[in-house]
């Protein structure tokens, strides 16, 4: 943008082949021109001002010069620093709306991954919460459904293809509310959240659905995201 300035330059001036004097005064446009040398709202150095110095009150040739150009060409460096700030401006622009579509993006994706459906296949409990789950099983539960969960006369069975097929296309959501509502059959509703999800594992794992890196839920919104399949897709 500067040599485009500087050519005008040259031009209302009638520079060809510039001399020293002329190369020290292009040298002196191009700094100008620089955003990095001269601010917004300072003025230009005078050599390069409208106003022509003198020396005893006789302008020089360069300043006769300059001042003779002055009326015919613009001063370019306003020019210039309007194309630079709209340019800035624009990049800024470019910029913001850039990272905002970025971060959208992020936020979309992850919430997008935070409501993908998960099922018992998933490894959605701990192998330390559903040995947990087996010191409670034992203690509340074991007495109707036998130790092995094998079940009895008038309980049904926890495991096995009886299990599985009763549950399957539900949500662990769903088997939480049972537990919680009717079991024990002695005193429903009194064993706590976090034995229930403990308990809940405990089943899993008796299952042979594979364990992972998160305890389970006790929440029961969480858990209505987790599908019981008896069968992994």
């Not at 100008?32 to 709202?41: N, Y």
């Not at 340019?87 to 622009?93: D, I, K, S």
Request: positive net charge; hydrophobic residues 40%.
């Amino acid at each position: 943008m500067a040599r485009t300035g500087w050519s005008v330059l040259e031009t209302c001036l009638g520079m060809t082949t510039p001399s020293a004097p002329q190369r020290w005064l292009r040298n002196i446009f191009l700094m100008a021109q620089s955003p990095l040398l001269f601010q917004e709202g300072k003025s230009l150095p005078p050599l390069l001002s409208r106003e022509a110095p003198t020396r005893n009150g006789v302008k020089s040739k360069t300043s006769m010069l300059l001042t003779k150009s002055s009326e015919k060409c613009p001063d370019s460096r306003p020019h210039a620093h309007a194309w630079m700030r709209s340019a800035r401006q624009f990049g800024e622009v470019i910029l913001a709306l850039v990272i905002i579509s970025l971060a959208v993006a992020s936020v979309f994706g992850l919430t997008l991954r935070a409501q993908e459906p998960r099922s018992v296949w998933d490894g959605v409990y701990t192998k330390d919460q559903a040995k947990r789950g087996g010191a409670f099983y034992l203690q509340e539960c074991s007495n109707c459904h036998g130790q092995e969960l094998q079940g009895a006369d008038m309980t049904p069975a926890l495991t096995g293809l009886a299990f599985t097929a009763n549950w399957d296309g539900l949500t662990l959501g769903d088997l939480f509310e049972r537990i919680r509502i009717t079991m024990p059959a002695d005193r429903p509703g009194s064993l706590a959240r976090q034995q229930i999800a403990d308990i809940l594992a405990y089943l899993l794992i008796v299952n042979k659905f594979p364990d992972g890196e998160t305890e389970l839920p006790r929440e029961v919104q969480a858990l209505k995201q987790i599908l019981f399949q008896a069968n992994k897709q």
